[in-house]
């Protein structure tokens, strides 16, 4: 059964977010087909959490051969989408104070509910539920499309240097 929704995501303008891809380009370092974040339209810098969205078009990368005739967005990028916005978040306010980048480090109870189409909005909640400095930080993550939980888990993230 799909958890509570992280934070109320329908009470956000996400025709105007707070970081647009230019500002998202600021911090993450993932480009072209790797950008998977459209905006950001949510900050909670007390509870470590934030919302951000992808739009999902009919030109993505994986279109072509997943599935063929009937596109569905692979968990990997789905995954992708969550990692990028908890990386978005862990890079703009230094919580690891260390690294130059957010890594991947695992992932743990991560459930597909329903398939993401293309010419959809992906909108992900993402929240910090530990951090230790200079080592680590979990997030746990959900997506939501047209009202649907169609994802959800946890991350760990460590710190990267170049």
């Not at 260390?98 to 959809?120: E, I, Q």
């Amino acid at each position: 059964m799909p958890a509570k929704p992280l934070y109320d995501y329908t009470q956000f303008n996400y025709d105007k977010p707070m970081f647009t891809i230019d500002d998202i380009r600021k911090v993450n370092p993932q480009r072209h087909e790797m950008e998977q974040l459209t905006g950001i339209v949510h900050i909670d810098r007390e509870n470590h959490g934030l919302i951000g969205f992808k739009d999902v078009t009919d030109d993505e990368f994986w279109i072509k051969g997943h599935m063929p005739g009937f596109p569905l967005m692979p968990g990997v990028m789905l995954c992708e989408a969550a990692a990028q916005l908890a990386g978005f978040y862990a890079r703009k306010y230094d919580i690891l104070e260390a690294g130059d980048y957010l890594g991947f480090g695992g992932m743990n109870d991560v459930r597909f509910r329903y398939p993401v189409y293309p010419d959809s909005r992906l909108i992900i909640c993402a929240r910090t539920t530990a951090i230790k400095v200079k080592r680590l930080a979990q997030f746990e993550f959900q997506g939501f499309v047209d009202g649907k939980q169609v994802f959800n888990g946890e991350m760990i993230g460590v710190p990267i240097s170049r």
